[in-house]
């Protein structure tokens, strides 16, 4: 028997037949929660590998031939950095085994038998990172995910809600946002249809007629090619809403929040941005200079699964948006223009720092003085451009 599997750059699956597509009933990066005897969750960590669903007893090889190691708990083997967890039945401790793509003339050597219903399958040298066994090296031979990546919904919460006290806010949205999007890829690996964790998500906001619109990002937030342990439960909780972490993965991802280099960096979204800034630069302080000046936006979560499917705002294939206002800035003035008798008597331009745009200078104090006397006595000067749509001038 030949396989082809180096030519074809994947490998084998580790159970019968070892070149047929099977099922993955998990992904890297699901989320998993240690619990005490009480059931409280006392630890939050990611999924190092996945799950091949598998009947119990069924026969597990080794893909590479070695020598066997056994993992500290006494379910599992690796050989190399290939890893075989929730067996009985192993194959002695040191023994050297023949693996499946050293077959040419010989069996494989079965390394042990599928405890309850799947094999855990990871990649990676101990200690970790742990790469993801759908795109290392090619992926397992066969694997095949025609099933579309869903955004179910997205909503809205004030920065820092990964925490104990989640806040969520509504439009119109000002400050600093964390967004948060419920997803889920639908599987079809072996003809099994299974509902698993996404491999990616993107995000980004786009103007709803605005003249010329305006944009941010899109941007790569999450994606799970790798594990790096050991994590420590917030990392976690970074990613996934740890307020509806229930048995198994809530789906609820942090999107605003970024996977860099294997850790997860807390990052929001920042709608008072200022034109030029990183994520995390200053605030603008006027619409003019804002990268997101108030006004109405759609706001977009792309998921995609390891084979790129989803994304699709036209079909809305793991794709979701949701339509909010931004409200940060309070109206200033912008040009007063003061007229006596039918003649122009000052006229000026003024940015909010005072400067004078290059315009005539204007006397504030007697242009004050002037509207004074015409009844703008409140506390602020209440005066709107010409077309600019006076919001709630709330103070930010
Ligand atoms: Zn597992």
Request: glycine content about 10%; overall charge negative; hydrophobic content about 30%.
């Amino acid at each position: 028997m030949i396989f082809l599997y180096l030519l074809l750059s994947t490998y084998p699956w580790p159970i019968r037949p070892f070149d047929t597509a099977h099922g993955v009933s998990a992904t890297l990066e699901d989320a998993r929660a240690t619990r005490d005897a009480q059931g409280r969750i006392i630890r939050y960590r990611f999924h190092r590998g996945i799950d091949i669903p598998a009947d119990s007893g069924t026969a597990v090889f080794s893909i590479y031939s070695g020598r066997v190691r056994y993992t500290t708990h006494s379910d599992g083997i690796y050989v190399g950095e290939y890893w075989y967890i929730h067996l009985t039945n192993r194959v002695e401790e040191n023994s050297q085994v023949t693996g499946i793509l050293d077959t040419t003339n010989t069996s494989p050597t079965k390394i042990g038998d599928v405890e309850v219903d799947h094999l855990h399958f990871q990649i990676g040298p101990s200690g970790g990172p742990y790469s993801n066994p759908l795109n290392e090296d090619g992926g397992l031979v066969n694997y095949s995910d025609n099933g579309n990546p869903i955004v179910y919904s997205l909503d809205f919460w004030r920065s820092g809600s990964e925490g104990n006290t989640a806040t969520q806010v509504h439009s119109p949205l000002w400050g600093k946002i964390d967004i948060r999007a419920e997803c889920q890829d639908r599987q079809t690996s072996g003809g099994v249809n299974t509902t698993l964790g996404i491999y990616k998500v993107k995000w980004y906001v786009r103007s709803i007629g605005m003249n010329p619109s305006v944009s941010y990002h899109p941007k790569d937030c999450i994606e799970f090619s790798q594990v790096e342990p050991p994590r420590n439960g917030d990392d976690v909780l970074l990613i996934y809403d740890r307020h509806n972490y229930s048995a198994s993965s809530p789906f609820k991802y942090w999107v605003t929040n970024v996977i860099k280099n294997n850790d997860v960096v807390d990052e929001y979204w920042n709608t008072k941005l200022r034109i030029g800034e990183a994520w995390d630069g200053t605030d603008a302080k006027i619409n003019g200079e804002a990268v997101l000046p108030d006004g109405r936006y759609r706001v977009w979560v792309l998921a995609y699964d390891i084979e790129n499917n989803g994304g699709d705002t036209l079909a809305r294939h793991g794709a979701e948006d949701e339509d909010v206002i931004l409200d940060n800035f309070v109206p200033y003035v912008e040009s007063v223009v003061v007229i006596e008798v039918g003649n122009t008597k000052y006229f000026g331009y003024y940015e909010l720092t005072g400067n004078k745009n290059g315009k005539k200078p204007l006397d504030m104090r007697r242009c004050f003085c002037r509207m004074w006397a015409y009844g703008e006595r409140s506390k602020g000067i209440k005066i709107y451009p010409a077309g600019h749509q006076h919001q709630s001038g709330r103070r930010k």
